[in-house]
């Protein structure tokens, strides 16, 4: 129905929503990036590469390249051309602030618009709603307790937000709009907004041409020079 079902069986939606998965290989993107703190807007245009469960790889442009970061399930690297500086490491540099056990499997969740915890797994409860269905876990051992919010009709993540326990953050990330690639549903329009306590910072990406493809190279070489920084 185009309204959610009061006391859905959760069993049930969860496999109709982990059935509409956009289950890619390779995918490039070319993204407009909106940054805007409440003091400044500051917009970039980002390439974007993906091989699931590979890699990600990102860069930046202002007329001329600017930057450019490439993950793995294992390591972090970045490099940017202002201050002529990079960064090895790994996921310390996010679960330090937050207090969390983020992956490289999360970040591609984050673009590709699935949810951080698959609502397929573990026990779910139900928030009544007239235009989503909206699922939290439930259980002592979840750790990390989202709140999930589905279209109705296309059973696609809409928004998904998280309170990080011990800390005064708070994330929302809403998918504005998809497109259909082969059949397979893709975020076109992410908005990431993210709280602090005292501001709010937003990040828009605009997902302007995206392609599935057979062939991708992820050029990433450190100049020489550049100084290693720690975040």
């Known amino acids: 129905t185009k309204n959610p079902v009061k006391n ?8 109709k929503i982990r ?3 956009a289950r890619v290989d390779k995918v490039r993107s070319r993204i407009k990036a909106t940054y805007d703190d409440g003091k400044r807007k500051q917009q970039v245009i980002i390439q974007f590469r993906l091989e699931n469960k590979k890699k990600l790889w990102l860069s930046a442009n202002m007329l001329v390249p600017i930057a450019k970061l490439m993950i793995t399930p294992e390591e972090v690297f970045f490099y940017e051309k202002f201050q002529k500086t990079y960064f090895i490491g790994n996921y310390d540099l996010i679960n330090k602030v937050f207090g969390t056990n983020f992956e490289y499997w999360d970040i591609e969740k984050l673009f590709l618009g699935k949810p951080f ?4 797994i573990g026990k779910w409860k139900q928030i009544s709603n007239p235009q989503y269905y909206i699922l939290v876990p439930q259980g002592k051992n979840s750790g990390l307790k989202p709140t999930l919010f589905f279209d109705p009709v296309s059973f696609l993540l809409k928004e998904q937000r998280i309170i990080f326990p011990h800390t005064n953050y708070s994330i929302s990330i809403k998918y504005l709009r998809h497109i259909r690639l082969q059949g397979k549903p893709l975020p076109s329009l992410i908005e990431v907004t993210l709280f602090d306590g005292l501001k709010t910072k937003r990040l828009e990406l605009e997902f302007t041409k995206t392609y599935l493809t057979d062939g991708l190279s992820f050029p990433f070489e450190i100049p020489p020079g550049y100084s290693k920084i720690k975040l």
């Open 8 to 15: 859905v069986n959760i069993e049930a939606l969860a496999s």
């Open 117 to 120: 915890l698959d609502p397929g």
């Open 19 to 21: 059935s509409n998965y």
